[in-house]
């Protein structure tokens, strides 16, 4: 199976960037589409971006759209999540996933160890 270690949270002021990275290994990464989840504090783990196989297709949650974007570079063996213009409800411990699947809703068959990321007012 793929094993993805997170990196890159922290604390950052409202309005401000940060930039999370999943690095992959175990499995050949070009097999698995790839995404990021996010988990609040009292609230259900809630999907927030997944890429393809290639990196060709990109999907946002409503709530990150045109200020997130998420990408990948297969020779790294690693994805991005670039995140813009951060809100407070943006805090969360967020989650890199990989799915071994071509096509249907993107769900984590796999799953990183989560960073937190913490967004002041």
């Known amino acids: 199976q793929v094993q993805l270690v997170e990196s890159g949270g922290g604390l950052v002021q409202a309005g401000g960037s940060l930039r999370l990275s999943c690095a992959a290994s175990?499995?050949?990464?070009?097999?698995?589409?790839m995404g990021w989840f996010r988990q609040a504090p009292g609230k259900e783990r809630e999907f927030v971006a997944h890429i393809s196989r290639s990196g060709a297709n990109t999907y946002y949650a409503d709530s990150v759209k045109g200020r997130f974007t998420i990408s990948r570079v297969n020779a790294k063996n690693t994805m991005y999540l670039q995140m813009n213009s951060l809100k407070p409800e943006d805090t969360a411990v967020y989650y890199c996933?990989?799915?071994?699947?071509?096509?249907?809703?993107?769900?984590?068959?796999?799953w990183g160890q989560g960073t937190q990321v913490t967004v002041s007012s």
């Open positions: 996933a990989a799915n071994p699947r071509l096509y249907g809703p993107f769900k984590g068959d796999y």
């Open positions: 175990g499995r050949t990464f070009t097999n698995y589409r």
